[in-house]
Nanobody
Framework: QVQFVESGGGLVQSGGSLRLSCARS????????LGWYRQAPGKERESVAS???????NYADSVKGRFTISRDNGKNTVYLEMSGLKPEDTAVYYC?????????WGQGTQVTVSS
């Protein structure tokens, strides 16, 4: 299985910004409908944003206007630009297919927002 590899997380103050990256090898990357997900402590994993092969995006209501998903097919990478971060955004962030498949979850990247 070709896994997704997330990076870019860290500790940031409330109101700050981070850019997450997710890379996946393979020649079919440009044809994939991809998504970012997050799982906060004690909560179920939830969808944050998704992007189609054509670049159409969709966001959870909780992040609309603050997060931006984008992709660079030349680099086989999908990004999540996060601004106006809030303590409730603290979670492990993952990428996967837009219809997530259990056998493709990577390690994720931790985002911690301090108040």
């Amino acid at each position: 299985q070709v896994q997704f590899v997330e990076s870019g997380g860290g500790l940031v103050q409330s109101g700050g910004s981070l850019r997450l990256s997710c890379a996946r090898s393979g020649s079919l990357f440009r044809a994939l409908h991809l998504g970012w997900y997050r799982q906060a402590p004690g909560k179920e994993r939830e969808s944050v944003a998704s992007i189609t092969p054509g670049g159409t995006t969709n966001y959870a209501d909780s992040v609309k206007g603050r997060f931006t998903i984008s992709r660079d097919n030349g680099k086989n990478t999908v990004y999540l630009e996060m601004s106006g971060l809030k303590p409730e955004d603290t979670a492990v962030y993952y990428c996967n297919f837009a219809r997530a498949r259990d056998d493709f979850w990577g390690q994720g990247t931790q985002v911690t927002v301090s108040s």
